[in-house]
């Protein structure tokens, strides 16, 4: 496959007046329209920090079934001085597209707000692996990675990220991507786009967010086929329901040691020493 | 007009277990699809917690220019058992549908991703008014009623608040409209929405949001004549640099008696009291 990479600087600086009138160099986050055109055919214009638009629009076209399998796809073009990704296909696999493209669903997530035709009846038939366990050891791992992640990257207030991870041992999880971008929906999209070009299997994996668990957010994991679906945020009622209904392993307010998990608890472990009273 | 009244309620609970093994009784967010139908023709279907879903519904054909004038609209009738709305137009005013929905937008901010046409070109044209200032003890004294304001009603974490307020006193502002939603966008839109039905000038006022300060924040308040935008977030490059070119008046991280002034740095007076060093 032809692939340019073309990221673009995540941040910005700008000069701020502060409350004492001082002039404060402050660090902004990019945002960029990026057309996206499916052979010639224009889709959508999605707003992005530009941290990787190729594994974005893969994402995008994967997550929205506008294309069907990695091997369809021959060229992903990304030119910023026409903000345009230009995706070509092999075999203008692209059938339905415009009924696909005809019901438009305005989401409750950050960023991408389209999701395209029948994703909910598509993962009715999803079954999510049940034989793997998440211990609590390993949860706070992740947790401690991926805060300091973000001590070391996060400069400008105004992303969300999105992880992927894996558990390496009784009491240890990896970061396998770390993904962040203006809308959290095209982080997790760069991050399946990554998973799709790279044929990585989501069915053991573990998705990490800084974002809140919204249906769509749900949807995109379950996907993915990832059991686990973990945030520091909170999440909403049909987040909740789609995720009891796959049977997702659900966490919010995942944060320091402490957690909430909502859906799937069968497959927490709790392992970790218990921190003693007054501790 | 006809208008119904069918707010849902904000949040639900659901029991979660925590860390510790315990089951916790915890509030989440609710989040609702309801699709739009303008004069029968399906428009979008929105993702909203359901908090002002007629306002939200007028604001959204408001920003997105679906509807030119608040008298063509006849009846707006939201069914929770269908999910829907319905608005029923006087004139059948909405020439040009077609080509105003062919263009896409998936913008950054939470909750709304579209925006159909030529938005950008119309906010061009906007002049915001210039005789106006914000005085830091307005300011602070806006950023206290909206904690005072949250502690009340924040229960679920996943939820936007966005706020209409006025300057009252010299150290003093009101808020006039409080409205929460899963997505940024449409708490903005049913602020919109009310101010549209009430006919309420925005030229005068100040849009707070709890939110990021993205492109399409930005294009919004400007659409509503407002030139003072306020965030506790931060901002993106896109959300910069429109502001920037509309002469709004823009501050973000705005918290306790902090704030950084990006934008139109001109309508903003220290009057307030410094802290003494120590204190």
Redesign the interface.
């Known amino acids: 496959m032809q692939l340019t990479n073309a990221a673009r600087p995540a941040t ?1 600086e ?1 000069e ?6 001082e002039m ?1 160099p ?1 660090s ?6 990026l057309t996206l055109y499916l052979d010639k055919r224009e889709i ?5 920090l530009g941290h990787a638009p190729e594994a974005l629009v893969l994402g995008y076209l994967r997550n929205q079934r506008l294309v069907g399998s990695i091997e369809d796809i021959a060229a992903v073009q990304v030119d910023w001085d026409t903000d345009s990704a230009a995706v070509t296909t092999r075999r203008r696999s692209t059938r339905g597209l415009k009924q696909k493209m005809a ?12 999701v395209f035709g029948d994703l909910m009846e598509e993962i009715a038939h999803v079954t999510l692996r049940d034989d793997l366990r998440l211990a ?1 050891a390993q949860l706070f791992d992740l947790i401690e990675k991926v805060r300091r992640h973000e001590t070391i990257y996060k400069q ?3 992303v969300h990220g999105c992880a992927l991870a894996q558990c390496t041992g009784p009491a240890a999880a990896e970061i396998l991507m770390f993904v962040e971008d ?2 959290r929906h ?1 982080a997790v999209d760069a991050i399946a786009g990554r998973m799709w070009l790279e044929g990585i299997d989501g069915s053991d994996k573990i998705f990490y967010t800084t974002g ?5 957010m749900v949807i995109k994991c379950t996907q993915m086929r990832m059991p686990f679906l973990v945030s520091r ?8 329901e789609i995720a009891h209904r796959v049977g997702l392993t659900m966490l ?2 995942a944060s320091g ?6 859906t799937g ?1 069968h497959r ?1 472990e ?1 392992t970790a020493p ?1 921190p003693t009273a007054f501790a």
């Open positions: 910005f700008v701020a007046l502060n409350e004492r009138g404060v402050t902004i986050a990019g945002e960029h329209p959508v214009t999605l707003m992005t019901r438009r669903t305005v989401t409750t997530g950050c960023g991408q707000g389209t609590d400008a207030g105004a203006v809308g095209n809140r668990l919204t249906s769509e945020s909170g999440l909403t009622r049909m987040g909740y919010g307010r040691r402490h957690y909430l998990v909502f608890a927490i709790r218990q």
